[in-house]
């Protein structure tokens, strides 16, 4: 399987998603993913979206434990390894993408792909989606969901700052909208590398 992985094929795909359903401050920025970039691991991907590193990793883990089909592949370990190059904000939702798309890239069974969508809060209640590390740092609150792809379900949510119930609801349907968006960016990357064998 090592050998069917060091092809040379790398991808690079781009897409710009469309203002989304509350006005101009809730839309996604720019995506790119590079897939099979690494010539020893079985699958790799470099995901790029313009917390304390162990609380991170562990809803990360959670999130890829929840959609991983371990059963089929009984005492086998999956590791899954994630570097940072450069934090612009909406980090956990990048590492949950980058992660979905490695395991998407070595071939691993999944029941659902997922994906990570930041939403934040300003002062008077404005709803941004995706934002900047200058955005998060003056939000009143910053809340990431991780949903699947089946059913745009809850699989894992974190929350930081104040906000009222209706302010959470508002957010997670926000996030369940967004994911569309990166959904068919996933569909869209892969379409264009295995077009491309």
Do not use: W
């Amino acid at each position: 399987m090592e050998g069917a992985m060091q092809t040379e094929s790398k991808i690079r795909a781009d897409s710009r998603t469309e203002p989304g359903p509350r006005g101009p401050g809730c839309s996604l920025r720019h995506f790119a993913c590079e897939q099979n970039l690494l010539s020893r691991p079985d699958g790799s991907a470099s995901f790029l979206q313009g917390v304390a590193e162990k609380s991170r990793e562990r809803l990360i883990r959670n999130t890829c434990e929840a959609v991983v089909l371990g059963a089929l592949h009984p005492r086998t370990s999956i590791t899954v390894v994630l570097q940072v190059v450069s934090d612009a904000g909406s980090l956990l939702a990048c590492c949950l993408n980058a992660a979905c798309m490695a395991l998407v890239d070595a071939g691993v069974p999944m029941r659902a792909l997922f994906c990570g969508v930041t939403c934040a809060l300003d002062s008077d209640g404005t709803l941004m989606l995706d934002p900047t590390a200058k955005q998060e740092k003056e939000a009143r609150a910053v809340l990431t969901f991780a949903l699947d792809s089946v059913e745009r379900k809850l699989l894992m949510s974190t929350t930081k700052g104040l906000y009222s119930d209706a302010e959470l609801q508002q957010c997670l349907a926000a996030a369940q909208t967004a994911s569309t968006h990166v959904f068919r960016f996933y569909r869209e990357s892969l379409q264009r590398r295995y077009s491309k064998s």
